[in-house]
């Protein structure tokens, strides 16, 4: 087949899953309907939204009735208390997976571990998982640990996109600098899943298409990995498509990022078929 899609490509669960929720409230909402940020990092889905009535906000705001849609990546608890308080009513899409960090920072405070977080300070997820433990700290290095206090007991807690080997890397200095250390290994695998079928692609085609927003971290990171190995373009939708990419009898490959829905892999794969002077069946139906 000329066009094949990468075996795990597209939404990850916890994206899926908010934009259902976003679509019920739609259907049930009584009054005006807003993300807390964009729901994901994906422009043509959010302004699909917005033509839709969904406004998306930096904070809670001052109008009761609103339903406040909170985003996969998840807040912190004094964000829902503050929409509560407003007299909003809150829709929680908050990944399942980034729950379970939360509650694992939770539970290490309570169990009086000093709390490290592996993540980026300032990601929203990272964020959200130091508010459930104040005092914790975030670091993305061995030599951020610096500042921890000698011999104290660790909860180690990963934001859900980390990799492993960044985590056991972290995990290592921590026993070397003599802290007892109790890890949660709150890691997805969403993200290494889709990189992993995107890597193994581009080395069997001719060229990759990836398909998601260019604010979209882990889709970008797709195209770079697999630059590696083909010539590869980054597009948003198919109104991107250069034809001269395309040639006869080339093999191309697709993939696309964690918040990338399925109707875009579709409308993608569709033209590019066309471009190949295809018909019949398209091999959108296979990704998960
Ligand atoms: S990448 Fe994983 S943790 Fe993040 S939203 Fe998707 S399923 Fe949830």
Known sequence: MPLEVAEKAGACFGVERALALVERTLDEATGPVATLGPLIHNPSVVDELASRGVRAVDEPPHAPGTTLVIR??????????????????????????????????????????????LGEAGHPEVDGILANAPGAI???????LGGLQRGVSVGLVSQTTQTTERFARIERALR???????????????????????????????????IGGRNSANTTRLAKLCAKHCPTHH??????????????????????????PRAQIEAVCRAIEKLLGEGGEGPWQSPS
Do not use: N
């Open 176 to 210: 070397e600098q003599g802290h007892e250390v109790v890890a949660s290994r709150t890691i997805c695998a969403a993200t290494r899943q889709r990189q992993e079928a995107a890597v193994e692609l581009s080395k069997r085609v001719d060229e990759m298409i990836i």
């Open 138 to 144: 975030a670091v993305t290095k061995p030599e951020d």
């Open 72 to 117: 996969s990546h998840g807040v912190a608890p004094e964000v829902v208390e503050l929409a509560r308080e407003r007299g909003l009513r809150v829709v929680d899409a908050t990944c399942p997976y980034v729950k379970q960090a939360q509650r694992a920072a939770r539970e290490h405070l309570l169990a009086g571990r000093q709390v490290v977080v």
């Open 235 to 260: 597009v948003e939708g198919p109104k991107e498509l250069d034809p001269r990419w395309f040639k006869a009898g080339m093999k191309t490959g697709v993939s696309a990022g964690a918040s990338t």
